[in-house]
Structure formats: C-alpha cells, structure tokens
C-alpha cells in the first residue's frame, strides 16, 4: 500500500474510534453520577422535611394563632371574614415574589421541571431552589387547596440541577440528576420510593437508560432511608381493603375508569378555560394569585376542609369515615377552588388535589358498587392521578404504597390504565404539558426504538456507486461534471486499489473551472483529507449519521474494514428513507391471514 495512501485510510479510522456495539451505552462515568445522587438524595430527603416543616409553621401562624410545626386540619378552623382574606393575601405575596423574585415559582412544578429538561439544559437558578418552597409554604399555608408534592419536585430538581452545574457535566447527566433531586424529594414526602423511580420516568427522563435509572434509583433509596428520621416510617395512609375481587371486578373497574378518564379530561379542560379568562384580564398577572385566593376563601367558608392540602380528607375517605354529603361538598368545593387557583398562577402541587378529587369519586361510585366506597375511593385516587398526569403505572404503584395494601394491584392497574386510554383519546396534551405546549415547545411522551440504531449501513447504502479515479487530471474532471449537469452533486475519488482518499464535488468543480493552474494536477493532489469519514457496513446509521453531521457532510462513503476498499455510498436520501420506511410501519396496514389466496383474488 501507498504510504500516502496508508497514511489517508488509516488517519481517518483512527480519528473514527467506534464505541462496540452492545445493548448499553454506559459508561464507568455512571459509578460517578450514582455517587452524586446518594448526596442529592440526602438534600432532596431534607428539602422536603424543610417543606413540610415550613407549611405547618405558615399553616399554625395564619389559622391558629401560634408559631407550632404541629400538624393541624382545617376541619377546626372558624368560618369568619378572616377565612376570605387570608388566602387572598398569600395570594398576593406570592404574586410579589413571582414578579421581584422569580417567575417559574408559578405553577405546579412539574411542568416547570420539565421545561427545564427539554429547552433548559436541565439549568436551574439557586432563586427557584429558595423561593420555590417558601412560596408553596405561603400559598398552602394560607389555605391553597395545593399539596407539597410539586413544589418538593421542583425543589429537589433545582438542588440536583445546581449540584450538576458546579462540575463539567453534559446536559444529559445534569437531567440525570435533576430528576434524581425530583425523585428523591417525592420520596421523602410520601414515602413510595418505586412509585418515585416510575414517575421519573414516566414524567421527566425521557429515556430509558442506565445512565440515567441508576442514579434516580440511588437518591431515592438514600431518600426513603433517611425518611424515618425526617418524617416519620411506613405508608402514609396505612390501609387494609381487603379487596374480594370477582366476575364483576374487571367490568366494574373498567367503569369506574372510563368515569375517572372523563373526570380528568373535564378539570384539564376546565383549567386551561379559566388559565384562558384569567389572561384576559386588564391587569397584571402579579395580581392573579391574590383574585384566586378570594375565591379559595369562598370556597373555604362552604367547606374549611377544602383548604390547604387535605391529607385527613384522603385519611377519612380510606377509612369511610365521611358521610356522602361530606363526599359530595369536598367534591364540588375542592375541584372549584383548585381550578380557579391553579390558573391564576400561585404556587403549588397537583398531586394531593387530584388524590381528593379522585378519592371522592371512586366513594361515591362505590356507594352502589361491591367492595365498599373505602377500596373504591383508592381507586379513584389511583385513577385520577394515573389519568390527569398519563402515568398509569406509577398511579397504580403510588396507591399501592401509600397504603400498604399490594392486594388492589391488580384492580389498581385496570382503573389506571383504562383512564389513561380514555384522556389520551381525547386530549392532545395532559394537565403537564398543556402549559408548556401554550409557551412554544413540544413535548412527545412515548418511547419507541430508533430505526438508526437497528438498521446496519450495509442495508441501506447504495452498492452500485460511479466514482473517478485519483490520477483523474483536474481539466477532466471539470470536463466531467460539465457534460453531467444532471448527474451527482458529489463523487468519491478512488486510487488504484479501489480505496477512497477523498470527495469531488460539483461546486469544487466550478472553482477548479476559474483556476487553470490546477487542470494538470491530479484529483488525489486537490482532493486527498485524512480526516475523511469513512463508514463501515455493519456500523449502524446512528454511528453514520453522526459522522456526517461533524464533518457536515452529506454522502458518506462505506469502505470494507480489511482492506479500506470502497464498497458502497451513504447520502442524506438514504438515511431519510429509512425514517420514512420506519414511519411506514405504523401506517400500512394489512391482514396476511385472511388474506384470500392470489388465484381467488384474480377470479374476483
């Protein structure tokens, strides 16, 4: 071999180092994200006791008159003017805080913490880390119909997001701990560590690797272990059901989900209507919140239980210890006062409030069904949070947790996947990603497998490829692509064993055409690059496609790996037909079993 020639072929594999194909793409970096996540797991386990510690205080100092971290239900609090004004002055603090201090505290969290995954760069600010949890204290404190749940997430995120800012890390291994603070603060409040793995990544990973499962899996566990010492041990809501499934049980569960499913659908529908009202309003959005809290004051003087986050009502609802008017007040009064002030931006968690909502409605359901309002308002919860969010495993398992009680899995599962089936047929977007759909971005939530990365180049490439020879004069060339107006844009250069040692171009062609003093050199003198990305048949086209997107270049040509002999060419079409051949699958449709034989097919 030619020692330029050697030198051409073997530069360009070694600047072409290919990781071996295997099932897994980690690497020995996941032992150090994992190391991270147990700290970020021991943060997120003490932001949200902070939280917790934080909306009693608030909660005690507005409703009671006392400065006590004592748990305490609105169910004793007195009905008087005061019930309307507090909630409307947490309000406009939190309006205050959004407007000086920082904007994502509106909301939830979570679709916060999801906007920060996709357009972010999984980069979150030390002021969503501080003001996050204070305004939630305040929002809930004050009577919010909010849970802990999302603005934990938000604050777990920011924690691990903040952790992965002081080192060199990718965007991907930042989500990776972001959504390991998410987790492992989730955890901590509620005590469902699996539920917590499967919400990240249902919700917030977007993938499915080890990468990122192993360190959300480590802060959750260092979560759940230091959870004893912060806020207390065992499931949250402990429960017996004692569930006597039977023929009726898998109708009588489809349903109740197919009901949860239009329940859901219906308060999505609702909080983007009044989100809407809201920005039609000739004032400032700094003063929504406070508008949405006269309105949770009212709400409160119907129903003081519908105040703040509710656990005794889920409590109650598990033990069948409300009567139906109760049941049906929480309902109606909890669902308009959450509505109301979720869209006029305060600050505060989804969670609990779907838990009530849907609790209340699997009791009453389960007033005229077997198995008692108690199983059934589980299942509600189940169902809602499974419907509202899509997440209908981590719905089913979260249920399970919260109660100890692994006998409703499998009703569970019926319920959560039968609303999901129902919300995700007729809503585009759920509760999570309507907002950020409204702000610009897209979000897609299903995995599926990359054709790129199951499909070899061999299969794809073009085999019967025209090429020039590397002795070519240039005057040839520019004569050749002259009289081939219409042929290819670019061609490969091949020396005398068949090996490519560059590419020639029309558009070189064109500046070879002004320079006479080129046309007596040789294709191999103006064309040769070392660094030229070469392919190989059995590289899957992921590998392909990203040589081609650093060398900007839109034909790759594919050399057998012994010998560097040219064996095919790669272009942008051939990649292109792929995506199409793939998104073909999903579309054509055919019955080959039924299909009637050729002969008859003819005679018809």
């Not at 779907?354 to 609790?359: K, P, S």
């Not at 409204?438 to 299969?459: K, N, Q, S, W």
Request: aromatic content about 6%; proline content about 5%; some cysteine.
């Amino acid at each position: 071999m030619d020692a330029s020639v050697r030198r051409t072929f073997t530069g360009a594999a070694h600047r072409q180092r290919r990781a071996e194909l295997g099932d897994f793409s980690a690497d020995r970096r996941l032992l150090m994200l994992a190391a991270m996540a147990s700290c970020i797991g021991a943060a997120g386990a003490l932001a949200a006791w902070a939280l917790v510690q934080a909306i009693a205080l608030a909660t005690n100092a507005v409703w009671f008159g006392r400065l006590s971290a004592a748990q305490t239900s609105m169910a004793d609090v007195a009905r008087t003017p005061w019930m309307v004004l507090a909630p409307a002055l947490g309000g406009l603090v939190i309006g205050l805080l959004a407007r000086f201090g920082s904007e994502k505290i509106r909301g939830h969290g979570i679709p916060e913490a999801i906007e920060a995954i996709l357009a972010g760069g999984s980069r979150m600010s030390p002021k969503v880390a501080v003001l996050k949890p204070l305004s939630s204290a305040v929002s809930i404190g004050s009577g919010g119909p909010f849970g802990a749940e999302g603005p934990v997430i938000m604050t777990g995120g920011a924690i691990g997001s903040l952790l992965a800012q002081c080192f060199h890390l990718s965007a991907a291994e930042r989500k990776c701990l972001l959504v390991a603070g998410a987790a492992a603060g989730m955890t901590a409040i509620f005590g469902t560590p699996a539920a917590a793995v499967l919400l990240a990544v249902e919700l917030l990973l977007f993938e499915w690797k080890p990468r990122s499962f192993v360190p959300v899996v480590v802060a959750v566990m260092v979560s759940i272990a230091l959870r004893p010492l912060l806020l207390g041990e065992g499931p949250l809501f402990p429960a017996r059901l004692h569930w006597a499934g039977g023929w009726w049980s898998l109708p009588a569960c489809v349903g109740v989900g197919v009901l949860l499913g239009l329940q859901s659908g219906l308060l999505t529908t609702l909080l983007y209507r009044i989100e809407d009202a809201f920005e039609r309003l000739p004032i400032h959005w700094m003063w929504w919140p406070a508008l949405g809290g006269l309105v949770v004051g009212l709400g409160g003087l119907v129903e003081p239980r519908a105040l703040g986050v509710g656990y005794d009502i889920l409590r109650d609802l598990l033990a069948d210890h409300l009567v139906v008017r109760t049941v049906i007040t929480i309902l109606l009064v909890k669902g308009a006062i959450w509505l109301v002030a979720l869209a006029s931006g305060t600050s505060g968690g989804v969670l609990a409030p779907l838990l009530i909502l849907g609790g209340a409605a699997g009791s009453l359901v389960g007033l005229v069904l077997p198995g008692g309002p108690a199983a059934w308002a589980l299942l509600g919860m189940a169902g809602m949070m499974g419907g509202t969010m899509r997440a209908p495993l981590t719905g089913a398992l979260f249920a399970v947790e919260l109660t100890g009680d692994f006998g409703m899995l499998a009703p569970l599962l019926a319920v959560t996947t039968t609303a999901y089936a129902v919300t995700v047929l007729l809503l585009r977007r759920s509760i999570l990603t309507e907002k950020i759909a409204r702000r610009g971005g897209h979000v897609v939530r299903e995995y599926g497998l990359d054709p790129f990365e199951l499909t070899r180049v061999g299969e794809v490439m073009v085999r019967e490829v025209e090429s020039l020879s590397a002795a070519m004069r240039v005057g040839e060339a520019v004569a050749f692509f002259s009289d081939r107006a219409n042929g290819r844009r670019t061609y490969p250069v091949l020396d005398a064993e068949g090996r490519p040692v560059g590419l020639a171009s029309r558009s070189e062609a064109l500046r070879w055409r002004m320079d006479e003093n080129l046309w007596n050199a040789s294709l191999e003198e103006v064309v040769s690059d070392a660094s030229l990305p070469l392919a190989h048949p059995d590289d899957v086209v992921a590998q392909a496609v990203d040589l081609m997107v650093a060398a900007d270049a839109g034909r790759l040509p594919v050399v057998d790996p012994s010998t560097g002999k040219l064996v095919g060419l790669l272009a942008r079409k051939d990649v292109l037909r792929l995506r199409q051949a793939s998104a073909a699958l999903e579309r054509e449709r055919a019955a080959f079993l039924l299909r009637p034989p050729r002969a008859t097919a003819r005679q018809t």
